[in-house]
């Protein structure tokens, strides 16, 4: 079941990104806009799944691939800085459906006070937190699906990433097919 409504989100990104194909290259994706939640879902869905890509994907962008230390985390160092919330890195990660990047902060709590995001795990030194800026649920006429996207705004902290708060957006599509709850 879930394989199946993986394959199905999967293929309706595919497909949406392939209807509006003339308008879109993943290429002229800014990475800074990802990270500061300035994409539409698909258009993260398409951008992120081509960065492996043989022709393309972080090669053509001059992006290093690192060792993160987190089976969760893909790491890639960037051939200049980038600023994001004040702060400049030149390293960024990838999460299943996320992009952040890794800024040289080592207590997150100012930067979640600037960005209005609390800590799910207050008093400890564990630091998780997001703020949603997009939930909206569509239906499909055509198809039945329920599409649901929901964009947030994260900062974390990781012990792979001793010293280091990632900020980034969490870019999540889920699908329910007809008749499911």
Same mark, same amino acid.
């Given at each position: 079941?879930?394989?199946?409504? %993986?394959? $199905?989100?999967? %293929?309706?990104?595919? @497909?949406t990104?392939?209807?509006?194909?003339?308008?879109?290259?993943?290429?002229?994706?800014?990475?800074?806009?990802?990270?500061?939640?300035?994409?539409? !879902? &698909?258009?993260?869905?398409? +951008?992120?799944?081509?960065?492996?890509d043989e022709?393309?994907g972080?090669?053509?962008?001059?992006?290093?691939?690192?060792?993160?230390? /987190? %089976?969760?985390?893909?790491q890639? %160092?960037l051939? $200049? &800085?980038?600023?994001?919330?004040?702060?400049?890195?030149?390293?960024i990660? +990838?999460?299943?459906?996320?992009?952040?990047?890794?800024? *040289?902060v080592?207590?997150?709590?100012?930067? !979640?006070?600037?960005? /209005?995001?609390? /800590?799910?795990?207050?008093?400890?030194?564990? +630091?998780?937190?997001?703020?949603?800026?997009?939930?909206?649920?569509?239906k499909?006429?055509?198809?039945?699906? @329920?599409? @649901? @996207?929901?964009?947030?705004?994260?900062i974390? /902290?990781?012990?792979?990433?001793?010293?280091?708060?990632?900020?980034?957006?969490?870019? *999540?599509? $889920?699908?329910?097919?007809?008749?499911?709850?």
């Amino acid at each position: 079941m879930i394989a199946r409504v %993986l394959v $199905s989100g999967l %293929l309706l990104t595919t @497909t949406t990104i392939l209807a509006h194909a003339e308008e879109y290259d993943p290429n002229a994706v800014n990475i800074v806009d990802a990270i500061d939640c300035k994409l539409e !879902a &698909p258009q993260y869905m398409g +951008f992120s799944i081509t960065l492996d890509d043989e022709d393309g994907g972080f090669r053509k962008r001059g992006w290093k691939k690192q060792e993160s230390g /987190n %089976l969760f985390l893909s790491q890639y %160092l960037l051939p $200049s &800085p980038i600023t994001i919330a004040g702060h400049e890195t030149s390293t960024i990660v +990838f999460s299943a459906n996320a992009v952040l990047a890794v800024l *040289d902060v080592a207590d997150p709590s100012q930067l !979640a006070l600037q960005e /209005n995001i609390q /800590n799910s795990f207050p008093g400890t030194d564990k +630091f998780l937190g997001e703020r949603e800026l997009i939930n909206k649920v569509e239906k499909d006429q055509e198809t039945g699906w @329920t599409i @649901t @996207t929901r964009i947030t705004r994260n900062i974390s /902290n990781v012990s792979s990433h001793p010293g280091k708060t990632l900020v980034g957006c969490s870019y *999540d599509t $889920s699908i329910k097919l007809p008749g499911e709850e």
